[in-house]
């Protein structure tokens, strides 16, 4: 994203050209979305806004119009911050330390203490100590905080409706794991509402604790949960990601598919709890997939109402209580990402996370785009080119430099005399028109734009040529459209190409879905040996035990 992102973003623009030119990242968060945290590409962290509780970490509560310097935070390698309504923040380093600052009645800070903290104060946690793992995520709730270290366990610190997860323990203003069901599983997601928590475990299963009285953990109820509880109506569903709004969640599957549960972000547009037998009207106590036409969903997010979506193909959907609009179905922007969305409809406008505008590989990267720009027009470019390739009848128009240069096959080629000095046309027909096309494209852009089907038989080409590059290309493809009808294809795919990684990765989805998976035709059509050996692999991993 560039810096003309920000003028979406009304809290920038009083800034300098100058001072937004080295920016690195920048957090928009708060109450009425007035406050910001701003990371420079020298590390130093600047600070402007409101600072209601002494939100900014500045050392006071005063409100600013222009940056002013977070000293704690200088030279620190932020990763990210969170932000709770509370207002505290938090802020994680690439070390796995986290610093917190802020409100803190209710010992949300971490420190041991109830009372605010106007500067960042590291935060004892098991990335502070020899011995221990980092810190990889946080997120934060009204008045609880939430830690993700880097070996799947979570510790929680804070207090409102039994959130911090301790059975007896009430309030807690330190860090401590998160025991109970979740001991021996690793999390790998964690996301906060406001005043419950929820958490996805390795094999796609959600647990959740905290506040229930709208239905928003997902269990079919409206009690209160002190301990994390597995959402069992998503058994046999396999969520990646979750996203919490203020009372709602939004939970995303490895088929792309999209569920949601709790109050209803259209029905209320001041977050006030709707009454116990108005929820099945304004929402849900378990999760109910999303009926839409998005397509499959590749990302999701929520912030207090308002909830967005990204489908495989990159349009930005939006829905929920927009600046008081009740968008009742997903609806598409012209946005091309979460931050410009969340800027215009956001209510507040705040960001789902921080922003980072510059890397410091940004110029080396701009640099390999032009080039990459230059050859694709190239490409196909009959005025220009030295070589026609004829398949099937057609032609596609080529350069034999950029040939070499990329490409062992050819290279090989053109090293016979004949070929370099008197060769202008050659004819291939050891595959189709669209995939030699695809392949050439391929070789002057780096992009592959087939449907999966197709994007199989580039993988034979690719071997055939031996394109490890291409290869390892067309397997991402091939991943991100695997579903449970045709994952058993696909496993056979990987076998006959002996591509370990792809083999594996149908190995985890099918275990996920094993049930399903038998009764696919696909399944049904495996070979003997390819069907025994996928039989025993998956028994391997403990399917068949009871």
């Known amino acids: 994203m560039c810096v003309s992102g920000l003028r979406n973003w009304p809290i920038f623009s009083s800034l300098e050209p100058d001072f937004i030119s080295q920016i690195h990242m920048v957090f928009v968060y708060g109450e009425m979305g007035r406050e910001t945290l701003m990371v420079m590409k020298n590390k130093m962290v600047y600070a402007m806004g409101n600072n209601v509780n002494g939100c900014l970490g500045i050392g006071d509560t005063n409100s600013t119009l222009y940056p002013r310097k977070v000293k704690a935070l200088c030279k620190k390698n932020i990763k990210t911050f969170a932000y709770g309504n509370g207002s505290h923040v938090l802020a994680l380093t690439k070390e796995g330390e986290i610093y917190s600052w802020g409100y803190n009645d209710h010992g949300e800070l971490g420190h041991g203490i109830y009372y605010p903290v106007f500067t960042p104060t590291l935060v004892f946690t ?50 401590r794991q998160v025991d109970s069901s979740l001991a021996r599983k690793k999390v790998v997601c964690i996301s906060c509402g406001n005043a419950f928590t929820m958490a996805v475990v390795e094999n796609g299963e959600v647990f959740a604790w905290g506040n229930n009285y709208v239905g928003q953990l997902g269990l079919d109820d409206l009690q209160t949960r002190m301990t994390p509880c597995w959402v069992d109506s998503l058994k046999g569903t396999v969520i990646v990601k979750v996203a919490c709004g203020f009372e709602h969640t939004l939970a995303l599957t490895d088929e792309g598919d999209l569920y949601s549960w709790g109050r209803d972000p259209r029905s209320d547009d001041k977050g006030c709890p709707c009454i116990p037998f108005l929820v099945p009207i304004f929402g849900t106590l378990k999760p109910v997939m999303v009926k839409h036409k998005m397509g499959k969903i590749s990302d999701i997010a929520a912030v207090k109402h308002v909830n967005i979506a990204i489908s495989e193909g990159g349009r930005v959907y939006i829905w929920g209580n927009c600046h008081g609009q009740r968008i009742m179905i997903p609806t598409a922007t012209t946005f091309s990402n979460m931050y410009d969305a969340f800027a215009c409809y956001g209510s507040p406008s705040v960001m789902h996370k921080p922003l980072i505008l510059y890397s410091n590989e940004e110029p080396r990267i701009e640099c390999l785009k032009s080039v990459l720009e230059c050859m694709g027009n190239s490409f196909n470019d009959e005025h220009t080119s030295d070589l026609t390739i004829q398949v099937e009848g057609q032609s596609i128009f080529v350069h034999k430099a950029i040939l070499k240069i990329r490409c062992t096959y050819f290279r090989n080629m053109f090293q016979h005399d004949w070929m370099e000095n008197n060769q202008s046309v050659i004819e291939l027909d050891q595959f189709s028109y669209v995939i030699y096309k695809a392949f050439l494209k391929y070789l002057y852009t780096g992009m592959i734009a087939l449907p999966m089907e197709k994007t199989i038989e580039l993988l034979n080409l690719a071997d055939v040529y031996c394109e490890n590059n291409l290869k390892k290309h067309c397997i991402r493809i091939i991943k991100q459209g695997i579903s449970v009808l045709n994952v058993a294809y696909l496993y056979s795919v990987a076998v006959q190409y002996n591509e370990e990684e792809l083999e594996e990765f149908c190995i985890r989805f099918a275990i996920n879905h094993m049930t399903a998976v038998t009764q696919t035709e696909s399944f049904a059509n495996l070979n003997g040996n390819t069907l025994k050996t996928f039989i025993i692999k998956i028994g391997k991993a403990g399917v068949f035990k009871t």
Not at 137 to 164: M, N, P, R
């Open 126 to 175: 098991p990335g502070n100590s020899v011995g221990f793992t980092r810190i990889v995520d946080i997120a934060c709730g009204s008045h609880h905080s939430v830690a993700l270290t880097e070996f799947g366990k979570v510790y929680v610190w804070g207090d409102y409706f039994g959130q911090v997860s301790n059975d007896n323990i009430i309030d807690q203003s330190i860090p």
